[in-house]
């Protein structure tokens, strides 16, 4: 497989992960904030129902390209330039971060909207909120680090 193909396909699904936060947090919280706790919290649980199987795809193409690069590219880990030691560390933070998310508050959050407990759930929302806010960061330095580290 061509590299420049690993190399696009990978920068898409980051793109992807990282954008997808940035318009949520961003974007979509601030204009999802004057509806009622149980419009606003079916709302995020829609959306991250929709959004989080991009982020599984992420999860699961972005070490598989990278790790292909690191061999293809670079003969494999000893001769990998700092940058690229950089976005495998805090891409490896940010896919255990997602994890989280995904397995614990995001559980809570859909069992909140389903069963009516708009407390429980808005609780969940409020610390998907936080480790999106990090994450975020996180995926915006990774892409800043990557592409100075690319010229």
């Known amino acids: 497989m061509p590299s420049s193909f690993v190399v696009a396909l990978h920068g898409l699904l980051a793109v992807i992960w990282v954008g997808g936060m940035f318009f949520a947090y961003l974007v979509l919280r601030p ?15 829609r959306t991250f129902g929709r959004f989080f199987p991009w982020v599984w795809a992420a999860v699961i193409i972005l070490p598989a390209t990278g790790y292909y690069l690191v061999l293809a590219r670079f003969g494999g880990f000893a001769g990998l330039p700092p ?55 996180l995926g915006l330095i990774t892409i800043f680090v990557a592409l100075m580290g690319a010229n």
């Open 83 to 137: 940058s690229v030691n950089i976005m495998q560390g805090l891409g490896i933070i940010m896919m255990l971060m997602y994890l989280h998310i995904f397995f614990a508050p995001y559980k809570r959050l859909r069992r909140g909207v389903e069963s009516g407990d708009f407390v429980k759930a808005g609780h969940a929302l409020g610390q998907i909120r936080q480790l999106v806010a990090v994450n975020m960061v």
């Open 31 to 45: 204009a999802a904030q004057p509806l009622e706790a149980p419009q606003r919290l079916a709302l995020w649980s």
